[in-house]
C-alpha cells in the first residue's frame, strides 16, 4: 500500500500546477482545465484521507465534488462557445464584454 504522504505531494502538485495555469494563462479553454486539473486534486486529497481514516465520509463527498465539475464543465463549456461565437476568440484578454 501507498503510503499517505505520497498521495498528499502529488495532489500539492497537481494543485500547484493548476493554481500556475489559472493565474498565467490566457486561454480560457487552458484556464478551465486547470480549474479541473485543482478539483481533481482535491478529490485525490478526500479519497486519501478517506481510505487512511478508514470512512467513507470523504468518498462520499467526492460524488458531490464531481457533481459540481460535472455542472461545472457544461456551464464553462457554453460560456466558452458562446463567447466565441461573439468575439472569434478564446483569448481572456481580448474578451471584455462585461467592461463599460
Do not use: H
Not at 499517505?4 to 494543485?15: C, E, K, N, T
Not at 456551464?75 to 461565437?85: D, E, F, M
Amino acid at each position: 500500500m501507498v503510503p499517505i504522504p505520497y498521495y498528499l505531494v502529488l495532489s500539492a502538485a497537481m494543485f500547484m500546477i493548476g493554481a500556475v495555469g489559472v493565474l498565467t494563462r490566457r486561454n480560457a479553454i487552458i484556464v478551465f482545465m486547470s480549474i479541473e486539473l485543482m478539483l481533481n486534486s482535491v478529490n485525490l486529497t478526500l479519497v486519501a484521507f478517506s481510505v487512511a481514516t478508514g470512512t467513507i465520509t470523504g468518498q462520499v463527498l467526492v460524488f458531490f465534488v464531481m457533481t459540481v465539475a460535472a455542472a461545472e464543465a457544461a456551464v464553462g463549456l457554453a460560456i466558452i462557445i458562446a463567447l466565441y461565437r461573439r468575439k472569434q476568440t478564446v483569448n481572456l484578454d481580448e474578451i471584455n464584454i462585461l467592461k463599460w
